[in-house]
């Protein structure tokens, strides 16, 4: 199995795009270039039933995103390429391909070069296996396709003034573990608050839920954070608060008082210490 790597300092935002053929086939092994030949039919017809992989230049901060290569005309000194992203595959983080550079057999100097390239690797197989899956999309939101940020807790609590103190120790406690702390409240990006609450715990590498007085949207939020994959850690005052569906999962009791949200401090921080040591 083989796929092409496009790589472009413009990015690939477009459905047709163009590269020198100076740069066409580079770092690619002969008999792959020859057997790819842009100039016959032969080599066309192999690169239009091939997988893309679009990059933009860089290691991290951005997307890469799989493509079929729909038509390939060469133009003089250009070689005309147009192409289709499919919808239901996710953009991938760069900073996930720079991990995966040598299974990939991508050089790491192929990230800040215009140019195109054929591996002769399984790409689906060398992605899947990295935990990397299609995207369904949500009608009611939508998730942005931005990079997750290793040291941000979310923190989803209700907007109730008598858990203003709960909210300064969770943070004190992300402060210790070495994490930065935020709920939607620190944010106002959309219009919409749902999708700065969405956005947040998409950024977000652990979401903190406070299931106290059972707050319809924290448990909206903790579902929405259990499916896009965070590290969820759940904190109540009161046992019985806690759902049926989430009863099976650890968490984090608590009182509103000095002495407990002092316990809650140090409770918390152990476990985002834990988390960070396992993402480490």
């Not at 995103?65 to 003089?76: A, D, P």
């Not at 000095?258 to 918390?268: F, I, N, S, T, V």
């Amino acid at each position: 199995m083989t796929f092409q790597l496009l790589v472009s300092g413009n990015g690939w935002e477009k459905s047709s795009d163009s590269i020198a053929t100076e740069r066409v086939f580079e770092h690619t092994d002969q008999d792959l270039a020859a057997k790819f030949n842009v100039k016959t039919r032969e080599g066309r017809a192999r690169l239009v039933s091939t997988p893309a992989l679009l990059m933009p230049e860089g290691t991290s901060g951005d997307f890469a995103k799989v493509t079929n290569i729909q038509r390939v005309r060469v133009e003089g000194a250009q070689v005309l390429i147009n192409y289709a992203s499919d919808p239901e595959l996710s953009p991938i983080p760069l900073s996930k391909i720079w991990g995966l550079r040598s299974e990939l057999q991508i050089d790491k100097w192929e990230f800040s070069r215009t140019h195109w390239a054929i591996k002769d690797v399984d790409l689906f197989r060398t992605l899947l296996g990295c935990e990397w899956k299609p995207l369904l999309l949500p009608k009611v939101f939508k998730i942005d396709q931005i990079e997750q940020e290793s040291d941000l807790v979310a923190v989803m609590m209700p907007f109730e003034a008598s858990l203003d103190p709960v909210f300064k120790s969770i943070k004190a406690a992300s402060s210790v573990a070495g994490y930065k702390c935020k709920r939607a409240d620190d944010i106002w990006e959309d219009s919409i608050l749902i999708q700065d609450i969405v956005t947040l715990i998409s950024r977000a590498s652990v979401v903190v839920c406070d299931c106290t007085a059972r707050n319809a949207n924290v448990f909206y939020e903790t579902g929405i954070a259990h499916a896009l994959g965070r590290e969820v850690v759940i904190i109540t005052q009161a046992k019985s608060d806690i759902p049926f569906d989430l009863q099976h999962h650890r968490f984090i009791s608590y009182l509103n008082n000095k002495e407990g949200r002092a316990a809650l401090e140090q409770k918390l921080a152990k476990r985002l210490e834990t988390l960070a040591n396992k993402a480490n």
